[in-house]
């Protein structure tokens, strides 16, 4: 395909602040990319905007002028112009003209997105779905912890959907019942919010699962992203409300209440249990459950980091606006095969309508794709995923 023309623009995302979109024409008509930003984030992912989004748009598309007439015919070639982007634009900016050139270059070859990655992938990409939400993205409600979420294992990603929707109804009925204060709120990625503590908020969702798979006979697990970092400060974790007793817990404490929970609760899912810095605390819940000990905040999408910190987990987030350029999102997925880690393609907080990231999740051979089960930006992922699946 050749580039007839390209610009940027400042569009809001689903948190309602702004980010970038890059509209690309070829002779195949117009294809957008936009990128997503996190609200909780980590020391190590790059910054997403590092000016104004006004002067970022501005200078972006002063640079954007210089791709236009370029022939694009692969997926390499679009990794090499994300050797000329030059470093101020590497986050938001760069990865929306990744995802722009990879629409387009996927009509251009009659081919769906995540076929320019693969050409034959396994579309058995099963969901991992937030249930519950609290952390930093429940604001002062609830629970202290980010997420408490559920798998579904099943024969076909609309299945398991079909299944994980089963429990979300189910977790909305019995916080109805549990609690006056909730009216069915959700946080950003469509989590529900209520005021219940951790331990509380477990109950419901595994009592909800429990329902879900008498009833159908599906095999449902249930996980939780800690995201442990946001509640770290001057070596304590400090939860809203004790939990077995206790709100002020040691580096120690907190490895063996994460190990006590997935005892109780059967997790099968174990997102950032520790500190970002805390490389070995990672490794001890490891070696002490039968679950996937997920790096996210540990590892950022960086191939240096999965590098330092490969044998600490057994499992990885990939979040490609965490390091901002394709090409570096499929080295980071190629390195995780090799330490036969596996791979989860997830969302962010503040998402755009796009769905790629379920092109993605097919494309890089994750296993899992993270997203929300609620929230029209969310099920616009999932319904890409059931039309991929079918």
Not at 68 to 77: A, W
Request: contains cysteine; charged residues 30%; proline residues 2%.
């Amino acid at each position: 395909m050749k580039i007839k023309g390209i610009e940027s623009r400042k569009i809001l995302n689903s948190n309602t602040n702004y980010t970038i979109e890059v509209k690309l024409k070829t002779e195949h008509g117009l294809f957008r990319g936009s990128s997503p930003a996190g609200e909780s984030t980590s020391m190590y992912e790059v910054k997403q905007f590092k000016e104004s989004i006004d002067q970022i748009v501005e200078k972006f598309n002063s640079f954007l002028k210089g791709l236009t007439g370029k022939d694009v015919s692969s997926l390499n070639d679009v990794f090499e112009i994300e050797k000329g982007i030059p470093e101020e634009f590497i986050g938001g900016a760069s990865l929306s003209l990744g995802y722009a050139l990879v629409y387009g270059l996927a009509r251009a070859k009659d081919l769906e997105p995540f076929q320019l990655f693969n050409q034959k992938p396994n579309t058995k990409v099963m969901p991992v779905c937030k249930m519950i939400g609290g952390g930093m993205h429940a604001s002062r409600a609830g629970m202290t912890i980010q997420e408490i979420l559920v798998l579904t294992m099943a024969d076909s990603a609309r299945e398991s959907i079909d299944h994980t929707i089963k429990v979300y109804n189910e977790v909305k009925r019995l916080l109805s019942d549990k609690t006056i204060s909730f009216i069915d709120g959700v946080d950003p990625e469509g989590g529900l919010v209520s005021g219940l503590d951790d331990y509380e908020s477990l109950e419901i969702v595994s009592k909800a699962v429990g329902r879900v798979m008498k009833e159908t006979g599906a095999d449902i697990r249930l996980g939780i992203d800690a995201a442990a970092s946001t509640f770290y400060k001057d070596g304590k974790y400090s939860y809203k409300k004790p939990i077995y007793g206790k709100d002020i817990l040691t580096k120690e404490e907190q490895i063996d209440l994460m190990v006590k929970l997935a005892d109780e609760f059967g997790l099968y899912y174990i997102e950032d249990p520790v500190d970002e810095n805390f490389q070995e605390g990672y490794k001890e819940v490891m070696k002490k459950v039968d679950a996937l000990v997920v790096g996210d905040d540990l590892t950022s999408t960086k191939v240096d980091r999965l590098e330092k910190v490969k044998g600490d987990i057994n499992a990885t987030l990939i979040k490609p606006n965490q390091v901002g350029l394709l090409s570096d999102v499929v080295k980071y997925s190629e390195l995780s095969d090799k330490y036969k880690l596996a791979k989860i393609v997830s969302h962010r907080s503040e998402e755009t309508n796009s769905s790629i990231i379920s092109d993605l999740a097919l494309g890089l051979g994750a296993k899992y794709i993270k997203i929300g089960i609620n929230r029209g930006e969310r099920v616009e992922k999932l319904n890409r995923l059931m039309e991929i699946s079918e």
